[in-house]
């Protein structure tokens, strides 16, 4: 299953109640403080119940879940490696 | 990275300005910054000008803020530029400017961050007693909205001794400043270093990631954390066979740790004492289990400190033993001087103790709410709330506050908040809400609404919508017991 930028983006806008306008692709979410470690709970959460996948803790990082893109593409990876 | 003289410099040219422009003795100014070097400036600043610093969570919502520069008559607020144009009202209405980086950006009153560098002759700085308040700063109780506890420079002082003395904090000390200057810890790993001649190192994200690579780059030798700190980080180091051995002290506190956890700590801090802790605003940094007792008693609140008198007693029957369950209250230096502008929540918290009169009088007393039991080696073990508040990843949060923000949020019939516990430890906080009209209710408006008025560590992680009326216990009084259970488990809506 892929997870495309587009799609996260409209996660995060009605999760978060964050602006369309802040959420470029590459875009800093936690290393600029738009989202803190409570948004984050919610977010892994979140994830791993719609894309069916299990995020392990040693994955949690910003090379991983920094921007959109970023958290698009490990998503997309964790979902074909669990197929 | 700023030294000592540079730190020293920017203070003094701080509080210089702050004084030029009209500071009073004891008038409060406000700091409402993301954790960082400008923040410890500020704070310290304004004490050395004779000021009483508040310092706000930064997750705070405008209108908290807005609530605590009326309710502390504050004379100016030291924020972000981001933050102007929704302050701009309030500061325009109490006549408190606003201190930023950028002025000019938005309307309302707002003033240019003072340059640093060589100025005039420095003033003189006040002479201050160690009674005089030295921060006020809010702290959640169980009823109501957000409680100012009133901090002397004794209390800070006293803490701040105790703290560096049973770490053995010293100058080739770097602590990592995890922790928010909004609270009295926080700005406590500030003076222990200041003391020490050591250093604090901010973090970057507060991801374990983030966490274990600024160990790493800086060698930070000893961090204070709460419960999802030491959650996130060990489940992380576990996951990945890592260990930290640049550590040599971790201090817990603000609420329970899984025990698996704890267990861990020695394995991924192979070369750190482990120092657990327990206070509370009003009382801070009172009690400790010693390193050296870590594994006979994870999961202990401790024993107090010295100089710190706790007591455990029981109403109308006096001082408990070792076994018997009964109130923790704290007496002595450790015990701050009440909440600002409060005096019915103060009387309540801070009053004098029957069950002690034969030994200290009518001494006034801090009741922590928080009911303990005493083990035969003297150390403490928390059972349970005497009230209803919620303790969550180390914050304080009264459901009383959400279900109140919750209604204003609007067309909310009746909302009932309360702690959940997921597999891994974390708590979280759901909220179950009864609609006025079911059919009309927009989820995505209330959510708007209520993140408006939430900081996001209040904020409810799950929230369940009550299609059909929440089972009463009494004409108007919502069966909390009932509602809870049946949104337990209920998929989130």
């Known amino acids: ?83 | 990275m700023v030294g000592a003289a540079e730190l020293r410099a920017r203070v003094e040219a701080l509080a210089a300005w702050l004084l030029r422009h009209g500071l009073r003795r004891r008038d409060r100014v406000g700091i409402y910054l993301h954790p960082s070097i400008d923040q410890f400036v500020a704070l310290l600043a304004v004490s050395l000008a004779g000021g009483v610093f508040v310092v706000l969570n930064h997750r705070w919502s405008p209108a908290q803020v807005a609530r605590a520069m009326a309710h502390t008559g504050m004379r100016w607020l030291f924020t972000q530029a981001g933050k102007m144009s929704a302050l701009a009202a309030p500061a325009q209405a109490l006549g408190c400017p606003l201190i930023v980086r950028e002025p000019g950006l938005g309307p309302g009153p707002s003033v240019p961050w003072p340059a640093s560098g060589p100025v005039e002759p420095l003033p003189g700085f006040p002479a201050l007693s160690d009674r005089d308040l030295a921060a006020i700063l809010y702290t959640s109780g169980s009823t109501g909205l957000p409680k100012g506890v009133m901090i002397s420079h004794r209390n800070f002082l006293d803490a701040s001794h105790r703290i560096a003395e049973y770490l053995g904090n010293h100058h080739g000390d770097r602590v990592l400043a995890l922790l928010p200057c909004s609270a009295p810890w926080g700005v406590l790993q500030l003076t222990t270093m200041l003391q020490a001649g050591g250093q604090v190192v901010l973090p970057g994200a507060s991801m374990p990631a983030e966490v274990a690579r600024s160990i790493r780059q800086h060698r930070v030798t000893g961090l204070a954390g709460l419960p999802p700190t030491w959650i996130g980080l060990v489940d992380y180091l576990e996951d990945r066979g890592e260990t930290l051995p640049e550590l040599r002290f971790v201090t817990t506190s603000g609420g329970v740790i899984p025990d698996r956890v704890l267990e861990a700590m020695p394995r991924v801090f192979p070369r750190a004492e482990v120092f657990q802790t327990y206070g509370l605003s009003e009382a801070f940094r009172s009690t400790l289990v010693p390193p050296s007792w870590f594994a006979r008693k994870r999961g202990s609140l401790g024993r107090p400190c010295r100089n710190v008198d706790v007591f455990v007693v029981q109403p109308g029957k006096g001082r408990c033993g070792p076994g018997e369950r009964g109130e923790l209250v704290h007496r002595g230096a450790v015990v701050t001087l009440g909440y600002w502008a409060d005096p019915e929540a103060t009387a309540a918290s801070f009053r004098s103790c029957p069950e002690l009169r034969e030994e200290i009088s009518d001494e006034i007393v801090h009741y922590s709410g928080d009911i303990v039991e005493m083990d035969a080696e003297g150390f403490l073990w928390f059972v349970g709330r005497r009230d209803g508040l919620l303790k969550i990843n180390g914050h304080r949060v009264s459901p009383e506050e959400i279900e109140s923000a919750a209604v204003r949020a609007g067309a909310v019939a009746h909302a009932v908040a309360f702690g959940l516990e997921d597999q891994s430890g974390c708590h979280g906080i759901c909220l179950a809400i009864q609609p006025a009209r079911a059919a009309a209710f927009d989820r995505a408006e209330f959510d708007r609404r209520l993140r408006d008025a939430l900081p996001s560590y209040q904020f409810p992680r799950k929230l369940s919508v009550w299609a059909e009326p929440m089972p009463l216990s009494a004409p108007g009084k919502v069966d909390r017991a009932a509602v809870i259970r049946r949104s337990f488990g209920e998929p989130e809506t």
């Open chain 1, 1 to 83: 299953m892929t997870c495309d930028t587009t799609q996260l983006r409209g996660v995060l806008i009605r999760k978060f109640g964050l602006e369309a306008g802040t959420l470029a692709g590459d875009a800093p979410l936690f290393s600029s403080g738009l989202l803190d470690s409570f948004n984050l709970v919610d977010l892994i959460e979140h994830l791993e119940q719609t894309a069916n996948i299990r995020i392990t803790p040693g994955e949690i990082s910003l090379e991983n879940l920094d921007t959109l893109d970023r958290m698009a593409a490990f998503v997309t990876r964790k979902s074909a490696a669990a197929v």
